[in-house]
């Protein structure tokens, strides 16, 4: 069956910007809302569950990549028998997964006191709400989730997008009339419970379309040894790269509940909201560029798959750069403007989130070519040691010097084992380059140093600004101007700059 890769693309991008709008702007009005309704223990609570069912929810990372991956050469060969045999151990082992998570969850019951640092608010019953939230994450895998994976496998994330957009939408302005309407403790069990239903209506509207769009696929029949193998490989090296990319904010947010509180749980959480809302609108970029990377693997000498790398990296270090100063320079004042000054940290924290977010921008596109290298399993023992390094500082950092050890013992693995080794990795296995790995050091490390210049120009302009809307307003035209002009100063005659002029010019053509 032949797809329409280019067209599927283009729509999955515009609708996937599209639902990036609704699923960040709508949450942070009901964010905004349960913190001036409920207080910040009421959703540093929120956050606590949350990160610890994500933690448990790493029982599946993986396995969904796998199997849409294992589709892709059924689908392409009209094998109807193949997907449906793929389609039903899918759903064997989704319930499968459902029943770990439950059990995983209800062992940790008793310990949830431990997670808490000091008092929890004493007319909550923390016990029913973790249970809602552990109902509401085991549903999933128990009612047609599975069935995702033929509208993924197709291309068709434009259709899961809008019916995410639906949910999501609904779910957040039902819980946003809740906490307007109702200012007591009765109003966030009704905000959980809406989570759940509206989850069940997710799972629901999928498996409609699906069996409307593809009525011939259904779970039947069963895998050869040899693909079952090969899926068990697979899901290996994705779970565990995975993991890595998934326990991050889980387990700083555990540690800061654990040993700051959940006051400052919600604290750390807020300015990691703004973070990760930036985060989600750049995958824009790579998810753009993954399958056009995947096909210059397959069809392009690997000298020119290096140079369009550096190529990529050079425009997204561009786009990641001008983003961090900005984040830097608007971050204070728009958390003043947000959630007041007793919520709003030093600016520091603003420092080492901006610097967390650029950090963590430096590995995308090599994440890409390593993934469309398919170099899962070779990454396992750097996504392993990186989780177990991201954990031990955490520990101690806290310690040492509260939430600002927490971002800093994030960022050290994210530079030291997910960049480097991660590059290493992606050299020694595809490019196989002689100094390869010390080149995407040191060109990175002039991006870093070019980028501290202009953030600390264009934070000086900014200082002058006052510290209102109208400031904030001033603060983000000075952002979209000054670094970029710098950028363009410093960089117009860089190779990188021209190769990378050369190819958007030739896209708009």
Known sequence: MKIEKTKNAKRNIMVGLFNKLIVLFLPFLVRTAFIYSLGAEYLGLNSLFTA??????????????????????????DDTSTICALLNFYRKVYRIIGIVILAAGVVLIPFLPYFIKGECPAELNIYFLYIIYLVNTVVSYLLFAYKKSILEAFQRNDILFWIDTFTVGLTNLF???????????????????????????????NAMVVNRKYPQYKCSGKLSAESSASIKKQVSGLMINKICQMTRNSFDSIFVSAFLGLTMTTIYNNYY???????GFSTIFTNAITAGVGNSIVTEHKDKNYKDFYTFNFMYMWISGWAAITMFCLYQNFMMLWVGKELTLSVAISLLFSLYFYVLKI????????????????????AIIEVIENIVLNYFFVKLWGIHGIIIATIIPILTINNTVGMWILNSRYFKKQHGTIEFFVRNSIYFVVTLFASMITWTVCYLTPSNISGLFMKGLICIFVPNLLYFIIYQKNKDYQNAKKWLLARIK
Request: hydrophobic fraction near 55%; charged fraction near 10%.
């Open 273 to 279: 909201y703004v973070l990760n809302a930036v985060v």
């Open 363 to 382: 590995g995308d596109i090599r994440a890409t070519y390593s993934s469309s290298a398919g170099l899962w399993w070779e990454n396992r023992y750097r």
């Open 52 to 77: 610890i069912l994500n933690v448990l929810n790493m029982t599946e990372l993986g396995f969904s990549s796998a199997v849409v991956f294992s589709m892709y050469e059924p689908i392409a060969t």
């Open 175 to 205: 819980q946003l009339i809740l906490l307007l309407v109702w200012h007591n403790v009765r109003v966030y069990y009704l905000y959980v419970v809406t989570l759940l239903i509206f989850t069940v209506v997710n799972n629901f509207l």
